[in-house]
């Protein structure tokens, strides 16, 4: 049984037939529609340049070939460790022989918006974005409270619509835990250019609600913000609820080692969802990618066929705002040393960050070749020399050569 038909779920169930498991796959999702694509929601579907048919991960075809039992809106709602069964919001009580938890995660809430109006959306499912795409049609000024990757995806979708956006982001900076200075002071000055207020360090205290709508945004200056609508995109939690109703793991994810197994024989975990420890952090963390997700859905399926891989993938991030596609491999953690490559000024470039001497990260700006040389960088744990790496004239796959030196374990 696989609880949660996202792209960790789903992969966990495809790529346990393609190892040759032969026994009942149980798919069970909380969502009465079959397994989608979600980075589509804050992109293309919001803007309508994708309709709801075109996110779909796999035709329903596909699961009766694979035979992959679906249990489509009904969400798992307990577990019962001893008697190895699930319950679900239907009543039904499930029985497991193996079970892999995919729920992923789940937007994390405002204390100061949250079930305070109508007018206040969070965007994390289908259905979220279609109620989101719905009331921006009759929408004028659109406050967007956060300046991580989908209030930044979801200011550009809604400034392409025409509309006024107000982007109030608490930090001193975009997207302060996952780029690095230039990143983000590029991004700033992009969202600027196309027309977006964009206020940093403010944050937002409370609301003047009129009616069942917000009107205006306070944030903690003294300042307001008038609107007709609000997206919050202030981060998102691990959706943990039915291991931790069995005392299995806290609210900060589900434990699991480098084969995605909890402490429990026959219980695995895999996605968002889960803390693992990470060879290119050098540290337990939880990733949120859909990357991320698939990879070690890929090593769940192989334990479960008795074929131990461990998960080593190098992490992997992407965001498209406007016609900039911001790329990222590795983690920059205790980077002491960055390299920039190409020109800002130009739209094109990308920054290599270093650890004593060896490359943990790249994040690039419209840059795919240098974000992809990385990859295949730290996979082999190759790593140019600092001195030699700004120079862009040069290919950073050239340093894929022997000479290259190996960075150290």
Not at 92 to 111: C, E, I, K, Q
Not at 166 to 188: D, K, Q, Y
């Amino acid at each position: 049984m696989i609880v949660g038909a996202s792209y960790a779920g789903l992969q966990v169930a495809a790529s346990a037939r393609e190892a040759g498991y032969e026994g009942r796959i149980i798919l069970v999702g909380a969502e009465d529609r079959l397994p989608y694509q979600r980075p589509p929601l804050s992109k293309g579907f919001l803007s309508g340049k994708v309709c709801e048919t075109d996110v779909a991960l796999r035709p329903e075809s596909f699961f009766d070939a694979a035979r992959i039992e679906l249990e489509l809106g009904a969400k798992a709602t307990a577990l019962d460790l001893a008697g190895r069964s699930v319950s679900l919001s239907d009543g039904r009580h499930l029985a497991f022989g193996s079970l892999v938890v995919a729920t992923g995660s789940r937007a994390r809430r405002h204390p100061a918006l949250d079930g305070r109006a109508g007018n206040i959306r969070y965007l994390r499912s289908l259905d979220d974005a279609k109620v989101l795409r719905e009331r921006l049609a009759a929408a004028r000024e659109v406050v967007v409270v956060g300046g991580g990757f989908i209030g930044l995806e979801v200011a550009s979708s809604i400034r392409g619509l025409g509309k006024e956006v107000t982007l109030l982001a608490a930090g001193s900076r975009l997207l302060p835990r996952a780029v690095c200075g230039e990143i983000a002071g590029f991004l700033l000055r992009l969202h600027r250019a196309h027309g977006v207020r964009v206020e940093l360090d403010v944050v937002v205290v409370g609301v003047e609600v009129a009616g069942e709508h917000v009107r205006q945004v306070h944030v903690n200056n003294g300042r307001s913000f008038p609107c007709d609508l609000v997206l919050v995109g202030v981060g998102a939690d691990p959706d943990v609820a039915l291991l931790a109703s069995a005392g299995m793991c806290g609210p900060d994810g589900v434990p699991v080692d480098q084969f995605g197994r909890t402490d429990h024989p026959g219980i695995f975990a895999a996605g968002d969802c889960t803390l693992h420890f990470n060879r290119h952090a050098g540290t337990i963390l939880r990733l949120e990618s859909v990357q991320h997700a698939i990879d070690q859905a890929k090593v769940v399926a192989d334990a479960l066929v008795g074929r131990d891989r461990s998960y080593d993938a190098v992490p992997r991030f992407w965001s498209d705002q406007y016609d900039t596609k911001l790329q990222m491999v590795g983690l920059p953690g205790d980077a002491d040393r960055r390299v920039l490559r190409g020109a800002p000024e130009e739209g094109r470039f990308s920054v290599l960050h270093f650890s004593q001497g060896r490359l943990v990260c790249v994040q690039g700006i419209n840059r795919p070749a240098d974000v992809a040389a990385g990859r295949r960088l730290l996979a082999t744990g190759r790593s140019p020399p600092p001195a030699l790496a700004g120079d862009w004239s040069r290919d950073l796959a050239d340093f894929l050569a022997n000479e290259a030196p190996r960075a150290s374990a």
